[in-house]
């Protein structure tokens, strides 16, 4: 099983809405991350988790929350969004944490604030 | 830091002939050099990657990539495309310490027609 997960696959939230999104993989990987793309852009790099810890946070804005409940999942929580935060956002994991890994990527989760 | 240029938005081509993508890199150490493919709809998929040794790396579908240090490029070449190559290929670097947080160039669009 090479697959990482991700659901919703669609997302649609106002600005005062909670929302999760979720990502899980069963490929034994201790590094987890959080990437966003906008339209036509490359992807950017938000969170990663290595062995269930924060290790990285580029500078997100607090209404992002991630969390990894355990190794297999990993969850982004969303508040109080602004429509700008609209994207795909995408899940990746590597079993290396360091900067040789390949990245296996899912399909993403497409948000839309309104 | 570490950055990616791929100069090219868009490159259209009859299937069956060759291809060139162009990525050049800038850094002031020294990196380890990606090319992932993101079909529509879908997250992103490794294609190659140099990390170190043959400067002409194989990877998946029958693309390969030469590493020019002296030029600082990277760039990913199929000898015959097919339809189904169609769609967005991203080049990524990253810094040779720490963890994986691959910068991503602004990716580079094939349109294989027949």
């Known amino acids: 099983d090479t697959e990482v997960t991700q659901t919703p696959k669609h997302l649609v939230m106002g600005m005062t809405n909670k929302k999760s999104l979720k990502c899980e993989q069963h490929m034994g990987h201790r590094a987890m991350y959080w990437y966003k793309q906008k339209a036509k852009k490359p992807p950017e790099l938000m969170f990663v988790?290595?062995?269930?810890?924060?290790?990285i946070n580029e500078s997100v804005p607090s209404r992002f929350s991630p969390e990894c409940p355990n190794s297999s999942l990993l969850n982004l929580h969303l508040h109080a969004l602004q429509p700008e935060d609209s994207a795909l956002y995408l899940c990746a994991s590597s079993q290396e944490r360091g900067p040789t890994g390949e990245l296996f990527f899912g399909e993403g989760s497409r948000l839309t604030v309104l | 830091a570490q950055s990616v240029t791929q100069l090219d938005s868009q490159v259209p081509v009859f299937e069956e002939a060759p291809v060139e993508l162009r990525c050049n890199y800038s850094?002031?150490?020294?990196?380890?050099l990606f090319w992932y493919v993101q079909y529509p709809n879908q997250g992103l998929q490794l294609l190659l990657k140099?990390?170190?040794?043959?400067?002409l790396v194989k990877g998946i579908n029958g693309f390969e990539a030469e590493f020019n240090k002296s030029q600082t490029s990277f760039h990913l070449r199929k000898p015959s495309v097919h339809i189904s190559d169609t769609a967005e290929y991203f080049c990524?670097?990253?810094?040779?310490?720490?963890?994986?947080?691959?910068?991503f160039g602004t990716g580079t669009r094939l349109l294989v027609s027949p």
């Open positions: 988790y290595s062995y269930e810890k924060l290790s």
């Open positions: 990524a670097v990253s810094g040779n310490t720490g963890f994986q947080k691959l910068v």
């Open positions: 850094s002031s150490v020294s990196v380890y």
């Open positions: 140099y990390l170190s040794g043959s400067t």
